[in-house]
């Protein structure tokens, strides 16, 4: 199994105040820690996580094989040095040039625009370097920060997947939201020195 993170695709990513580097193995109490708050899980459609070894498993799925389609990255404050939240690129089609967008922050630091800022590089190292067309976006219809998150950064609603997920006996409806390379290129402005068009 190749357990390295694929930097051609996925580099270190650094703006005025986070660096973004690829989750390692090394990460598992963080991570751990991150996924199992229930602020933080509330909206991700996921069964929590149970213990330090299903959070292990996580990281090698985002390390493993197959043509390196998923991808997440640690967000680092370098004022302090702490590991904050997470964020990546993943459901990576290279023929039709879409990826799928998430995240995760730590809420201790949710309300300063930490997310805004390191979602900016990511999509950019999406447009840029992976060569995609079209980034997509499922989220919880709930989930108002995440939504308010994703049309300040250009996203816009497509509609509802109606019965998308199924959680504790229910079928949950989501929102999709995408960005496309054209609508990037056409916006202007900066946020925290973090040049945003391509």
């Known amino acids: 199994m190749n357990n390295e993170p694929n930097y051609d695709y996925f580099p270190s990513l ?3 105040r ?3 580097r690829p989750l390692v193995v090394e ?4 991570f751990f820690r991150l996924l199992t708050d229930p602020r933080v ?4 459609m996921d069964e929590p996580l149970l213990d330090c070894g299903q959070a292990g498993d996580l990281i090698q799925f985002y390390l493993g094989p197959g043509g390196k389609t998923e991808n997440r990255w640690t967000i ?11 964020c990546g690129l993943h459901k990576w089609d290279q023929q039709y040039m879409r990826a799928e967008i998430g995240c ?3 809420p201790d630091y949710w309300g300063r625009g930490y997310m805004t800022e390191a979602l900016q590089v990511a999509i950019r190292n999406g447009f840029e370097r992976m060569k995609l067309n079209r980034i997509e976006a499922i989220v919880y219809i709930k989930n108002s920060p995440s939504i308010r998150l994703l049309e300040r950064l250009g996203f816009q609603r497509e509609g509802t997947l109606r019965d998308y997920y199924y959680l504790n006996g229910k079928f949950h409806d989501q929102y999709i939201f995408s960005l496309l390379q054209k609508e990037v290129k056409s ?7 973090c040049d945003f068009t391509i």
Do not use: C, P
Request: charged share 30%.
């Open 14 to 16: 650094e703006t005025d």
């Open 18 to 20: 986070l660096k973004l």
């Open 27 to 30: 990460d598992v109490n963080f």
């Open 41 to 44: 899980t509330q909206y991700t």
């Open 76 to 86: 680092m404050h370098k004022e302090d040095g702490r590991l904050i939240g997470t």
């Open 104 to 106: 995760d922050l730590s």
């Open 187 to 193: 916006q202007k402005g900066k946020a925290h020195n």
